[in-house]
């Protein structure tokens, strides 16, 4: 037990599960034992499943800022704050060089590796579920009913 809420989907990567809890916690679980490898203090809740990019995992919270730490130890790599500290409840998604997410105003952010937002696009809508990247495009679904593809 990680003791604590877990509103999150874990994500598998190499020897490790990684999964944000409620309380502002996001651990590493080493697959094999089910022990904490590590923990990492968030600003927030982490409610969405994270993204694996190469050495580093990203996640988003609640608190709206996007977090690179490195994966085998958990020391944080970057933080980005999303304007207005404007949350993130659906997950992360890693492209082949970029980390993107959905804040909860619907709009979808492209983050820098190494920190800092890109680009950001309205969606016209919250994002329905966390989005999907296949062959050099994010897709996303909305509750207003669209569906975008977006070649990164």
């Known amino acids: 037990s990680l003791g604590g809420r877990i509103s999150s ?3 598998a990567a190499v020897d490790r599960l990684y999964v944000g809890t409620d309380d502002s916690r996001f651990v590493a679980v080493e697959r094999s034992t ?8 968030a600003d927030n809740a982490v409610r969405g499943r994270a993204a694996v990019l190469g050495d580093d995992v990203f996640f988003a919270t609640l608190g709206g ?10 020391a944080e790599r970057s933080r980005t704050a999303l304007p207005d500290a404007v ?7 890693a492209g082949d060089t970029k980390i993107f997410v959905v804040d909860t105003q619907g709009v979808l952010r492209a983050i ?3 920190g800092g937002i890109l680009w950001s696009l309205p969606l016209g809508g919250k994002a329905a579920s966390t989005p999907l990247w296949s062959e ?13 593809c977006i070649k990164e």
């Not at 089910?34 to 203090?41: S, V």
């Not at 800022?65 to 958990?74: E, F, I, K, L, S």
């Not at 050099?136 to 975008?148: E, N, P, R």
């Open 9 to 11: 989907t874990p994500v």
């Open 34 to 41: 089910g022990k904490t490898a590590f923990t990492f203090k």
């Open 65 to 74: 800022t996007v977090y690179q730490v490195d994966r085998a130890n958990g």
């Open 87 to 93: 949350p993130v409840d659906t997950g992360a998604v």
């Open 112 to 114: 820098c590796p190494k």
């Open 136 to 148: 050099g495009h994010v897709y996303i679904a909305t509750d207003a009913g669209s569906i975008f």
